[in-house]
């Protein structure tokens, strides 16, 4: 069974802020990794996505990706309040089956 | 920036009546999905279909769900005979080879 793992929050940082979102992954074959932002009743949409170990940024945000620890982050800098939402974290294997799985989310509210 | 559409945007239906939720993916994307999200919890892979076939689907995915492409830009989910718990958002979402999915605006069911 593959799973995505993340602390459902919800996560306070003020304005200005650095806000961490991490998330972890069961399927040692994802090899490829997505991080979504959903506001309330709407979809999910793609903020990111990282193939390979490091760092990757853009713009704002950076996401983490350490395959050895199964683990994915997402850094999000100069926090603002429309930076509130759900942030989702999504992990696929490359060729074959590539079905996204998806964890429950982390619940970000950035207060001014 | 081309997007998937899905209409409607909500349905409400009454138990045992049969349903079908309507998708346009974006025009040069050869994968297509179905997810669905349970109001609060995490957003649930349904079907997968490439080349005119379903690739893959999920337990949820039972006797009840049938999925088609009718007229090669139309994608569509078919509930049969709906139950309470099918009351979710169904998100279509399609893709290149390999690539991030990208989601439609959902359409949001109701089974009373």
């Known amino acids: 069974q593959k799973e995505v793992e993340q602390n459902s929050g919800p996560l306070s940082v003020p304005e200005g802020a650095i806000a961490s979102l991490n998330c972890t992954y069961s399927?040692?074959?994802?090899?490829?990794f997505f991080w979504y932002r959903q506001y309330s009743g709407k979809s999910p949409e793609l903020i990111m996505s990282i193939y390979s170990n490091g760092d990757k940024e853009d713009g704002r945000f950076t996401a983490q990706l350490n395959k050895a620890s199964q683990y994915v982050s997402l850094l999000i800098r100069d926090s603002q309040p429309s930076d509130s939402a759900t942030y989702l974290c999504?992990?696929?294997?490359?060729?074959?089956?590539?079905?996204?799985?998806f964890g429950r989310g982390t619940s970000l509210i950035v207060h001014p | 920036e081309p997007e998937v559409t899905q209409t409607p945007s909500h349905q409400v239906t009454q138990m045992g009546q049969e349903v079908i939720l309507r998708c346009v993916p974006i025009?040069?994307?050869?994968?297509f999905y179905w997810y669905r999200q349970i109001l609060g919890q995490k957003v649930e892979f349904l079907v997968s279909?490439?080349?005119?076939?379903?690739?893959?689907k999920s337990e949820i995915f039972d006797d009840q769900f049938s999925v088609e492409r009718p007229d090669g830009s139309n994608f569509t989910l078919k509930i049969r005979s709906t139950k309470l718990e099918d009351s979710a958002m169904y998100f279509c979402?399609?893709?290149?080879?390999?690539?991030?999915?990208?989601f439609g605006n959902g359409t949001r069911l109701t089974v009373t």
């Open positions: 025009s040069n994307h050869l994968y």
């Open positions: 279909f490439y080349n005119n076939e379903i690739s893959e």
């Open positions: 979402a399609s893709s290149a080879v390999n690539s991030p999915l990208h």
């Open positions: 399927d040692r074959g994802s090899q490829s």
């Open positions: 999504a992990a696929a294997s490359s060729g074959g089956s590539y079905i996204p799985t």
